[in-house]
């Protein structure tokens, strides 16, 4: 995609120790846990606000890394350290055609192979498949820029659907002990059970983890969490398929070197 550019320049088993779980002792007061369903609430919403629906028909309808062009805003041959360096990204599908919302997972990164140092560059997104990335210059020298493409926006889109779908994703077995016998029972943050629960409350945030309680074996009785990833999965075969890896460069967008001087 630098060819596009009018200018030839030089920048070149989660295992936790339960020890602090505590069953809920006293009941909390419904003014503080409404106030804080709502502040979640508003922060979900705001959340949907930013990764909206996506659906598509065909991965080619999709953000293509290849088809996008980047272009230097107020390009010069060489820059002083300090300076703001500005680029222009239109984000293109695999048909070439121009995207008409944001949403995409960009990655931009400055680094100076000499010095061993790196900084990340800031993304802004118009919504509208165009997007401004600005780098500062922080050192003298060569440096090298890159801007990848880590999820098209359908895929981030996809992902945030099915992060919010379900928590059966994640097992997890709860470690009761007491004495010299030992049980493992079944927990997570919701569970789909008629038996007796043990509820460890997070007074802060007001979040309950749960436990089915074993028999014979007070809530107080659990010391270790393990979990292992189950086989289920919200994303479709086509969804699935925007987060194959492709040959690096078809995720790269980007990747040039500016010179900078004092």
């Known amino acids: 995609l630098w060819s596009a550019l009018n ?3 030089s920048i070149h ?5 339960a020890k602090s779980l ?3 002792t006293s009941p909390i007061p419904l003014k503080s846990l409404t106030e804080t369903e709502l502040r979640i609430k508003e922060i979900i919403e705001k959340l949907d ?4 629906p996506r659906p598509f028909t065909h991965v080619n309808t999709t953000t293509s890394a290849t088809h996008s062009t980047a272009t230097i805003l107020n390009p010069q041959d060489t820059y002083c350290r300090g300076d703001q360096l500005d680029i222009l990204l239109e984000v293109r599908d695999h048909l070439g055609h121009r995207k008409q919302y944001g949403g995409d997972f960009l990655r931009a990164r400055m680094s100076s192979p000499a010095l ?3 900084a990340s560059g800031k993304v802004t997104d ?13 050192w003298e020298g060569q440096i090298s820029l890159s801007l990848l493409l880590i999820h098209p926006s359908e895929g981030a889109s996809a992902l945030w659907r099915a992060r919010n779908q379900g928590y059966d994703k994640i097992i997890f077995k709860g470690k009761f002990v007491n004495g010299t016998s030992h049980v493992f029972t079944e927990c997570g943050l919701t569970l789909n059970s008629s038996a007796e629960l043990c509820e460890y409350l997070d007074n802060r945030d007001q979040e309950a983890f749960y436990c089915v309680k074993p028999q014979h074996m007070p809530c107080e009785a659990l010391t270790h969490m393990t979990s292992r990833n189950s086989e289920v999965s919200y994303l479709t075969d086509k969804e699935k398929s925007l987060f194959h890896r492709m040959a690096c460069g078809e995720t790269s967008i980007a990747g040039n070197q500016v010179q900078s001087g004092s």
């Open 126 to 138: 118009f919504n509208n498949g165009t997007f401004l990335v600005s780098f500062t210059l922080f």
């Open 49 to 52: 606000q930013q990764i909206p």
């Open 7 to 9: 200018l030839s320049i």
């Open 116 to 118: 061993m140092a790196g």
């Open 22 to 24: 505590c069953p809920k």
């Open 13 to 17: 088993y989660w295992n936790n120790s």
